[in-house]
């Protein structure tokens, strides 16, 4: 499943199979729906514009300036 | 501009500065983005009110909408003889129109009773009121009043559309309703010269989304004139954007700021290698393969402008630089307008929605470069409040990143209108567009 790194926080974010995100940070885990909302777990507050990232509806992920054109050219 | 004073620019940021950066690719960036005119302004606080009240909605409405230049299209909207837009801005509706002599802009209101005249952009030969009949030809001059008769005080020459002031450049269309405005080419000012190697009216409408946000337009504006926010709202793209080491310019009544990409923000603890840059920047997964691997000896900026370079080169016939292929260009015509450089596509508009302080409408065109017959322009693509901004797909992975700043906008809203401060304050330099946006807004708003 898709996943991230924090790259303040080194957190690390993984979208469930469910659509709720796990993340673990500093040896805690906890779970949150992609609008920022705490599920469960011991960690209770996550970034919520990574969670939106991640977690929010996506779009072609090719679909950016900077992976499009060296797409194009490596077909 | 009198009080400014010169910053000094070696203070502004942790990181390497633009000008360094830039001066290390591989292929030089042209002179404009060389130029380095960075600026001090008074302005540093700004009251919470002219967020928030009716008060100075209206008087935006009556001493700045009236008063300045302000895009209302682009020309490829209206092509032919008859084709025309309404533009609303608040209460006010304008009318743009292309005659036989150029185009036109006229006030939408029918000068009998007063009913707006068009209703929705289209193509027409005249102008006749739906209520009762009054008609005008389109270059606005009185053409019939059904029981002529019946009306023996009016003048037909006298009794013409008001008009409003009409310029143009690089294919976008600008209107003033204030009679006696400066020339658009003097309100411009450095903004032509610096885009004419990037030829915006040789650029085509690609894509247009206008979505209602619940949120002042200067708050919406404000998220996209610096890349301050960067470190909380787009998290994901620290290793590959110098969010920090942004340059930012002031000329007239343009500001400028410049973001470079494929460098690491200056915020992180550690140093990212080249292909971590480049993945962030591609929105690589940690679960996914790379877009591309990075050659060895390859930076993340080379090898993003290389993958665009060809296709460039050849739309313009000259060899475009790194800088230009991989870095954010965002300028701010004065007041609320945003082109940017092509190769980024983006350009912005943001203004009040109908006639509602707290409500906006925030526009996204992608502006695109073209060979051959000019492609036609995208239709307007309408996003409602409640709308995500991935239901336009068009805009590709750009939506999500809106949707981050979505998630902040109406809660900016919100907070505000519960603020027990009175002021908002801006930072010195990276905050610099705001800054002087506020700084000519307060001048138009103190003249009489």
Sequence with gaps: MPSLKHALTGGVY????????????NDLTGFFHPDGAYE?????????????????KQTDPTANRHAQALIKKNK | MGSEERLDISAHSAGISYQDLIASDRVQAPDVLK?????????????????????????????????????????????????????????????????AEGIKAHHNSCLHRGRRLRDRDGRVFQFTCPFH???????????????????????????????????????????????????????????????????????????????IMATNWKVVQEAFMEAYHVIMTHPQMLPG??????????????????TPNGTPSPHLSYNPDEQAMFDAMSDRRMDA????????????????????????????????????????IYYTVFPNFHPWSPFNRIQYRFRPYQDDHRKSVMEVYFLAPFKGERPAPAKTHWLTEQQDWTDAEE?????????????????????????????????????TKIRHFHHLLNEYISRA
């Design chain 1, 14 to 25: 993984e979208l469930q199979a469910d659509g709720l995100i796990k993340v673990t940070e």
């Design chain 1, 40 to 56: 469960s777990g011991e960690l209770t507050h996550a970034d919520l514009h990574l969670l939106g990232w991640l977690g929010g």
């Design chain 2, 35 to 99: 130029m380095v005119s960075p600026i001090d302004l008074p302005t540093t606080k700004v009251p919470v009110s002219q967020f928030t009240t009716r008060e100075f909605h209206d008087l935006e409405m009556a001493k700045l909408w009236p008063k300045v230049w302000q895009m209302a299209c682009r020309e490829e909207e209206i092509p032919r003889e008859g084709d025309h837009i309404i533009y609303e801005i608040g209460k006010y509706s304008i009318i743009v129109i292309r005659t």
């Design chain 2, 133 to 211: 009949g009054f008609t005008w030809n389109i270059d606005g001059s009185l053409k019939h009043i059904p029981s002529r008769w019946d009306f023996p005080d009016i003048v037909d020459e006298e009794f013409g559309l008001p008009s409003a002031k009409v310029g143009t450049w690089g294919g976008w269309v600008f209107i003033n309703m204030d009679e006696n405005a400066e020339p658009l080419q003097d309100f411009l000012g450095v903004l032509p010269d610096h885009f004419k190697i990037w030829q915006p009216e040789n650029c085509y409408i690609q894509a247009h989304v206008a979505k």
């Design chain 2, 241 to 258: 954007i110098g969010d920090e080491n942004s340059q930012y310019d002031v000329w007239g009544n343009i500001s400028r700021a410049v």
């Design chain 2, 289 to 328: 393969p790379p877009i591309v691997e990075i050659p060895e000896g390859m930076t993340a900026r080379g090898t993003s402008a290389a993958g665009s370079r060809q296709t460039a080169n050849d739309l313009t016939g000259r060899e475009v630089s790194d800088a230009e292929l991989v870095d954010s």
């Design chain 2, 395 to 431: 805009l590709g992975m750009l939506a999500r990143v809106f949707n981050q700043d979505s998630m902040n906008l109406p809660n900016v809203q919100i907070g505000l209108e519960a603020a027990q401060n009175e002021e908002v304050i801006f930072s010195r330099y990276q905050e």
